[in-house]
C-alpha cells in the first residue's frame, strides 16, 4: 500500500480535499499537512518519512519541504501540482484538478 501525503499552506482547503477524494482508495493509505507552523496538522519530519509520495500544491511548498526535511526527502518522490490557493475545501473545481493530476503519479 502506497502512503501518500498532501500538502498546502494551512491544512484547511487544499490538501485536506486531496485526502478526502483519495482516501477512498483502498490501495492508498493518506494523509495532510500543511507547511506552515499554525497548520491545522503541521508538517512534520515523522509525517515525511511515513510518505511514499509526497505532494505539495505550489512551488513555495516544495521550496520549504526542502529546505527543512532535505535529509529525510531522500528516496521520497516530491511531487508539485502547481494548484493556486483559489478553491474551497472539496471545490467540485479542485477536486476535478486533483483527480486529473494526481492518479498518473499513483
Not at 480535499?17 to 499537512?33: G, H, K, N, W, Y
Request: charged share 25%; proline share 5%; glycine share 0%.
Amino acid at each position: 500500500m502506497k502512503k501518500v501525503l498532501f500538502v498546502c499552506s494551512q491544512n484547511k482547503l487544499r490538501s485536506p480535499t486531496a485526502e478526502q477524494v483519495f482516501a477512498a482508495r483502498q490501495d492508498l493509505d493518506v494523509s495532510s499537512a500543511g507547511t506552515n507552523n499554525d497548520a491545522e496538522n503541521p508538517l512534520s519530519h515523522e509525517l515525511i518519512e511515513w510518505a511514499d509520495i509526497i505532494f505539495v500544491m505550489e512551488r513555495s511548498h516544495r521550496t520549504k519541504v526542502q529546505a527543512r526535511y532535505r535529509a529525510a526527502l531522500k528516496n521520497k518522490c516530491l511531487i508539485c501540482l502547481h494548484i493556486p490557493d483559489d478553491y474551497d475545501f472539496m471545490d467540485p473545481d479542485l477536486i476535478q484538478i486533483l483527480q486529473s493530476k494526481v492518479p498518473r503519479y499513483l
